[in-house]
């Protein structure tokens, strides 16, 4: 008939799309691969999933054709047979009213329904492609479990791959019974009414065969979910508790025995071909799983277990420390004491000013709405984030807080939203900002260390090739080296252009190749267009995250990559981590999406110009990264290769560093008993925010370590014991080599009272003189922002900084207008961080210039001077009060009460 050959030729051609569209891809991320030098990453990936597809799919059809076609052909042999039985039982003489043609069409419809099923499944198994590879290539870790003794790679490598076998092996063998069910009951060996059930003894045959392969599966079954008790969690245990490992595991080797016996029962069958066996069989397997499985150890659990818990599970219990910790490299970390002490002087500030010059007083978001209203330039430059960083500057080491300058094309006003403005002029964006954290000007803005376009450098480092083409907003292809110059960036009312130099991007080349990416980005423009000349070059998965995924997809990446500027060019450092579901007796981290196991194995560089990846091996201990290394041998580059100005602005990785502090809050208690009683859990401290209050986020800081003799980068926490505010410790992670990746806690005496964070705000909120300016300020048309609070170890003592900005109502840029310190019971807010120390330690301080403050010594001035000063701020205010200027009234309060204050520290009547 003309529509089942039209029905045929659409289905041809539609077939024929989808390959075609499937071989185009596979080609043109072949080109891309090649082009960044990871041919052989892509063709180890794609041979191993050719692999997967073709022996899942030939199996899996196979299988179930072959089972098809058993039940197709034993079905017609006895069709005779049966419908004479059936005729003594007044069951239906046909083949279930199937139309006829369905007769004569089923081999084709069993072959049809095999390869459609095969190749669904094939597509499935091909997602594994990774567990077969980890499998092949596993590399032993050297440390064993405690229940079983087998190596931690089994589980990391090999049990991951037994359960994927397990579930291929399930789900092909049922549907192998669908299919061989379904041509029974086509052929009428299979009779269902409401009443009775018949099916022929041929029948019975065949689903007994397949019922003892079903319980031979299911008994290897019982035997992996024995391994599967390392991963359980009673609420006291997670791993193999008391009852798991006596009860749970004598039951699943008893199990085991009688899945055997039921599959030899199933199997015997197959000559006696009687119902009664399989269901004897059936129900002897699951009424036991559910008996002994499921009944017998909630039983035990609640008559044996809980009235002696903590004495029967303590050896589980330090199972699961110890492993937890090994897991998420807790056991690494080492406990030092703080011993809190009030003996910080002037002196101290002083030998420890590295510290002070880099305590930072401005926070992300106030920082970003500055930079992009200061340093954005033109509506289609865009700053991502804010990242912090640190460089050596004039001699010093110094924090800073930087952001790439982006163009994001879709921001170009709507009339400009043309192809060749997105994807051949517009492709760059342009320099970083950069701005110290502690320094600002007198209008209360960040000083620039680099800044403008093209990005000029006051104190920073210079930077000799600004064009961003990768990064974290470039999500657009672009066509580079055409026919035409590049837009670079604005100059007055003018605009500069240059071409692209670098070697970045896949090249066009022939018209073969530019057929090829029209097809792919669904552009015939790269067709069509003059802009585009057999040497341009087409960039796509430009975003840094994108580009990393793409290569190693089995990476899990942290959520900020930072900036970089290295020997007057941009890089990206992004932080790679290698994670498992598998390690045994280790808690799950709570939102990692099940993750038990996570390593920072690999530093990636990309560079911002050229689109250069470089994945740098960071921790050869972890088998996991050594597997992969064994996997893709020319993937990774040893550390020591990392040119070694980009290994100084390595630093510790802030989301692994959360993941470690919030596990670490249960797993620093190593005793047993206390970890039962979770007597002394910790937590992060909280903060306040508009919307009430939040969790305190862990802060880059240089710092001078107590015992160490110099300052050093360092990602530190305080925390905070179980719903309580008062601070018991702060945890430390090392950013510097030749300490890079050591973390120290630092504990405080439990008799001691030290106080928390969220204590602080209190106390900064109930400070009458801050309280009352701050709402003063508010009432005159400004918006007061809080910015966070900061806690600075500094020798043996404590001290608490925080800055505050004020927005006018009308305008969208904070000021950096005050400084909040606060030490042992004094709180004090002054212009600047120097005149707020000066406040708390009334000795002379020798202040760098810092905070925008010059470099002065702040000394005791005669009474009479500073009655002087006083009493002209006030004869000042009344003037601008009169004036109805109540903004200048309020400032000159405000200096008033600084006047008074440093009057009343001098005189020691503070």
């Known amino acids: 008939m003309p529509w089942r050959r039209t029905a045929v030729a659409a289905a041809v051609i539609v077939t024929c799309l989808i390959v075609l569209d499937i071989v185009l891809d596979l080609v043109v991320d072949w080109t891309w691969f090649s082009a960044l030098g990871y041919a052989d990453v892509f063709w180890t990936v794609l041979r191993t999933k050719a692999l997967l597809f073709l022996t899942v799919f030939g199996t899996t059809a196979i299988i179930i054709g072959w ?290 010059d880099n305590i930072r007083l401005w926070d992300e978001q106030p920082l970003m709405a500055t930079y992009r209203q200061l340093q954005e330039i033109r509506t289609y430059y865009k700053f991502g984030d804010v990242d912090v960083d640190r460089y050596w500057l004039d001699g010093a080491y110094r924090q800073v807080m930087l952001s790439a300058r982006e163009l994001a094309s879709n921001l170009l006003p709507a009339n400009a939203q043309t192809w060749v403005n997105r994807h051949v002029l517009f492709t760059h964006g342009n320099g970083v900002i950069m701005s110290p954290v502690t320094r600002k000007s007198a209008e209360g803005l960040p000083v620039f260390y680099l800044g403008d376009i093209p990005p000029i450098a006051t104190g920073g480092p210079p930077v000799r090739e600004p064009r961003i083409y990768y990064g974290e907003l470039t999500d657009t292809y672009v066509l580079v080296q055409g026919s035409t110059p590049e837009f670079d960036y604005p100059k007055g009312k003018e605009n500069v252009y240059a071409p692209y130099g670098g070697n970045g991007g896949v090249p066009v080349g022939s018209a073969a190749r530019r057929v090829l990416f029209a097809w792919y980005f669904s552009d015939p423009n790269i067709l069509i267009s003059s802009y585009a000349t057999a040497e341009s070059r087409v960039m796509f998965r430009r975003t840094i995250k994108e580009r990393v995924e793409t290569i190693a997809p089995f990476l899990r990446l942290d959520h900020n990559p930072y900036p970089v500027v290295s020997d007057g060019r941009l890089f990206w450092v992004q932080d790679a981590y290698t994670t498992s579901d598998y390690f045994p007796y280790a808690v799950p981290y709570d939102g990692g999406g099940g993750l038990n196991y996570i390593r920072n194995s690999v530093k990636v560089v990309v560079d911002a110009y050229n689109g250069s990846v470089d994945l740098y091996l960071a921790d050869p201990s972890d088998p996991i990264a050594t597997t992969y290394q064994r996997i893709f041998p020319g993937l990774f580059k040893a550390f020591a290769a990392l040119p070694p100005d980009l290994q100084r602005h390595i630093r510790y990785p802030e989301d692994l560093f959360l993941i470690q502090a919030r596990t670490y809050g249960a797993y620093h208690m190593e005793a047993p008993e206390v970890f039962y009683n979770r007597e002394d859990l910790w937590q992060f401290p909280r903060q306040p925010t508009d919307g009430g209050s939040g969790t305190m986020a862990p802060y880059y800081m240089i710092m001078r370590l107590p015992g160490e003799p110099a300052a050093e980068n360092i990602l530190m926490l305080p925390m905070v014991p179980s719903q309580r505010e008062n601070m018991i410790a702060w945890l430390a992670a090392r950013c510097d080599p030749p300490h890079y990746g050591e973390m120290i806690v630092f504990e405080f005496s439990k008799d001691k009272l030290v106080y928390g964070p969220f204590q602080i705000e209190a106390r900064i909120n109930q400070n009458t003189a801050i309280s009352q300016q701050l709402s003063l300020w508010n009432q005159l048309g400004s918006r007061v922002i809080r910015g966070n609070l900061h806690v600075i170890p500094i020798e043996n003592s404590i001290l608490y900084v925080s800055p505050l900005y004020l927005r006018a109502s009308t305008g969208q840029i904070p000021e950096l207008k005050r400084v909040i310190a606060a030490y042992g019971d004094q709180v004090v807010m002054e212009e600047t961080l120097p005149q707020a120390l000066a406040a708390l330690f009334p000795e002379p301080v020798h202040a760098s210039q810092q905070a925008g403050a010059p470099s002065r010594d702040v000394t005791v001035r005669p009474k009479a001077d500073r009655a002087r000063e006083a009493l002209s701020h006030y004869q000042q205010a009344m003037e601008r009060l009169k004036a109805g200027d109540w903004q200048g009234f309020g400032a000159e309060l405000d200096q008033l009460r600084i006047v008074l204050e440093r009057s009343s520290a001098a005189t020691g009547e503070r």
């Open 67 to 356: 089972n098809g076609w058993l039940a197709s052909r034993f079905a017609k042999l006895e069709t005779g047979r049966f419908l004479e039985l059936a005729r003594g039982t007044g069951y239906p003489q046909t083949s279930a009213g199937v139309p006829d043609i369905v007769l004569r069409r089923l081999p084709l419809v069993l072959l049809s329904a095999a390869v459609i099923l095969g190749a669904l499944l094939a597509v499935w198994a091909m997602t594994n492609w990774g567990v077969l590879l980890r499998f092949v290539y596993q590399v032993p870790d050297g440390q064993r479990d405690p229940v079983f003794g087998n190596d931690v790679s089994f589980y990391l490598f090999l049990l991951p791959a037994y359960l994927a076998l397990r579930n291929w092996m399930l789900l092909t063998l049922s549907l192998s019974v669908l299919s061989a069910g379904t041509v029974y009951w086509v052929r009428g060996h299979i009779e269902l009414d409401g009443h009775r059930r018949v099916m022929s003894r041929t029948a019975i045959a065949h689903g007994s065969a397949l019922l003892g392969v079903f319980f031979a599966v299911k008994a290897w079954s019982y035997a992996l979910d024995r391994y599967l008790l390392l991963y359980g969690d009673n609420g006291v245990v997670v791993g193999a508790s008391y009852t798991d490992v006596h009860v749970g595991l004598p039951v699943l080797w008893l199990l085991m025995g009688l899945a055997v016996i039921a599959a030899v029962v199933s199997w015997t069958n197959v000559s006696v071909r009687t119902y009664k066996l399989p269901l004897v069989a059936a129900a002897l397997v699951f009424g036991s799983a559910f008996v002994l499985g499921e009944v017998f150890p909630v039983l035990f659990e609640r008559l044996v277990v809980k009235p002696n818990e903590l004495e029967l599970e303590k050896p589980y219990i330090q199972q699961n420390i110890t492993l937890t910790r090994q897991a998420y490299n807790l056991h690494r970390i080492t406990t030092r004491a703080f011993p809190v002490e009030q003996s910080l002087t002037s002196a101290s500030i002083q030998t420890n000013q590295a510290t002070i």
